[in-house]
């Protein structure tokens, strides 16, 4: 839990004194959809190596 928090405040921290403002939004959108897909990448490969990796 307290891994988590560190990267909440490092996360929040990088973007506290950036300009222009719609650059900050363009990239928190970004973190999050690059957090979306490695997360449904690796539900993806968990997914295949509990299946058998059949095709």
Not at 5 to 29: R, T
Not at 38 to 49: H, K, P
Request: glycine letters at 4%.
């Amino acid at each position: 839990m307290g891994t988590l928090l560190h990267f909440k405040s490092l996360y929040l921290e990088a973007f506290d004194d950036c300009k222009p403002e719609f650059v900050v939004v363009l990239l928190k959108i970004y973190s999050f959809f690059c957090v979306l897909m490695l997360s449904m990448a690796i539900y993806a490969f968990l997914y295949r190596a509990f299946t058998g990796f059949e095709f």
